[in-house]
């Protein structure tokens, strides 16, 4: 069984930053991708970036120049620095891995930190 312990959210004013993490713990080998998703209310949930295991990094174009995602693979663990927030950045933060684990290839989603922007 693989988990996901995510942190960093809270309230910000237009302009600020947070700094989300997202730590895996369990049962695997390895991971291959890693990223963070978010739904604002009444909206689908859609990719905000995610991370390979080798670092290649993808980012939805909203938040391109203003966030920045990174993994420490000895920890397990993703980042994403959000900077130059807005109002439309409030949204519940939702990491996501691909582990591999003796279960086979696994898709775990962390329970979500809430981002609020205030304008």
Known sequence: QVQLMESGGGLVQAGGSLRLSCAASGTFFFINAM??????????RELVADVTSGGTTNYTDSVKGRFT????NAKNTVYLQMDSLKPEDTAVYYCK???F?????????GQGTTVTVSS
């Open 35 to 44: 990223g963070w998703y978010r739904q604002a209310p009444g909206k689908q």
């Open 69 to 72: 995602i990174s993994r420490d």
């Open 97 to 99: 891995a691909d582990p």
């Open 101 to 109: 684990s003796p279960e086979g290839y696994l898709i775990v989603w």
